[in-house]
T-cell receptor, first 117, second 111 residues
Framework: DTEVTQTPKHLVMGMTNKKSLKCEQH?????MYWYKQKAKKPPELMFV???????INESVPSRFSPECPNSSLLNLHLHALQPEDSALYLC????????????????FGPGTRLTVL | GQNIDQPTEMTATEGAIVQINCTYQ??????LFWYQQHAGEAPTFLSY????GLEEKGRFSSFLSRSKGYSYLLLKELQMKDSASYLC????????????FGKGTKLSVIP
């Protein structure tokens, strides 16, 4: 299995809703990432988990809350979002193995297209 | 600081060859990735260069010069399906997870 899966593919939510994005990989990767991507822009890193521990939080507002229940799963909990949070949310994973040239190759999921009304 | 430059847009003809350049100035460097991204879809891996030189994979080749802070992606025998954005991304290495992405080059292939 060499893919990263994400659900849902599309999500429309109001500003008062609570929803969650889910990501799963079964490649044995130990690093998992959340990115946010606006149209015609490159992906922007939000969070990194390494060995199920939050490693990087790129000054993301608290209305985004990540969770890593185990090494294969990564969630992003959403609460009280703003319309400007509408974007494509990408999950990625990598081996996270020091000394391996391709250790940082990130495999991306198909993304969740989020619209906040 | 981190600075990665790529052309914003390029247009090329079906069947032709196109070269997409990427220059970088970053505080750390282990290697450079090229990703392809079709509109509304996730980036997909194309290549990863660690050593200087050209690496060829079918119609796609990627080149790296570490001393010049320069890479390019070469696409041969262009097909309409190659119309996409192409992102170069620097892997800083040294235990860092954070790839630094360029802004992407939108390639349009015309008949």
């Amino acid at each position: 299995d060499t893919e990263v899966t994400q659900t849902p593919k599309h999500l429309v939510m109001g500003m008062t809703n609570k929803k969650s994005l889910k990501c799963e990989q079964h490649m044995g990767h130990r690093a998992m990432y959340w990115y946010k991507q606006k149209a015609k822009k490159p992906p922007e890193l939000m969070f990194v988990y390494s060995y199920e521990k939050l490693s990087i939080n790129e000054s993301v507002p608290s209305r985004f809350s990540p969770e890593c229940p185990n090494s294969s799963l990564l969630n992003l909990h959403l609460h009280a979002l703003q319309p400007e949070d509408s974007a494509l949310y990408l999950c990625a994973s990598s081996q996270d193995e020091a000394g391996v040239p391709e250790g940082n190759e990130q495999f991306f999921g198909p993304g969740t297209r989020l619209t906040v009304l | 600081g981190q600075n990665i430059d790529q052309p914003t847009e390029m247009t090329a003809t079906e069947g032709a060859i196109v070269q997409i350049n990427c220059t970088y100035q970053t505080s750390g460097f282990n290697g450079l990735f090229w990703y392809q991204q079709h509109a509304g879809e996730a980036p997909t891996f194309l290549s990863y260069n660690v050593l200087d030189g050209l690496e060829e994979k079918g119609r796609f080749s990627s080149f790296l010069s570490r001393s010049k802070g320069y890479s390019y992606l070469l696409l041969k025998e262009l097909q309409m399906k190659d119309s996409a954005s192409y992102l170069c991304a620097v892997d800083p290495g040294a235990g860092s997870y954070q790839l630094t992405f360029g802004k992407g080059t939108k390639l349009s292939v015309i008949p």
